[in-house]
């Protein structure tokens, strides 16, 4: 059993009725929903910044035609962050959207309720 059902299980007892559940469930989605959606805009931000830097340093390589180890060092370790910052995109954007499915289906549930 997962963590996301045992939390429905919880919630579900301590609801005074079905109605009280859904509309936790629904807003406990729509959080989740926008805490990804925030972390996908940082996750961007990185992104470009660390786009920036490389291209500042290859500026700087092309300037004085050297480039020193550290410099490498220092691109490798940006473009890491840049790929697990897409990766993390992906997995929110994912996320996200199984999340709406779920709150379509909270929403229908709670309407069929009333």
Same mark, same amino acid.
Do not use: C, P
């Given at each position: 059993?997962d ?5 429905k299980?919880?919630r ?12 936790d469930l ?9 805490y990804?959606?925030k ?9 470009? !910044? ?7 340093? !290859? ?8 480039i ?15 790929i697990?910052s ?10 996200n ?12 549930k ?5």
């Open positions: 059993m963590v996301d059902e045992l939390g299980q919880i579900e007892r301590k609801s005074t009725s079905k109605k009280d559940f859904y509309q629904i807003e406990d989605t729509e959080n989740d929903i926008e990804r959606s972390t996908i805009k940082l996750n961007w931000i990185t992104i470009i !910044l660390n786009i920036i830097a490389i291209a500042l340093i !290859l500026v700087v390589f092309l300037l004085k035609h050297q020193e180890w550290d410099d490498i060092v220092i691109v490798i370790i940006m473009m890491v962050i840049s697990n897409f990766i993390t995109i992906r997995e929110y954007n994912l996320k959207s199984l999340e709406r499915k779920k709150l379509d289906d909270y929403n229908e709670l309407a069929e309720l009333k």
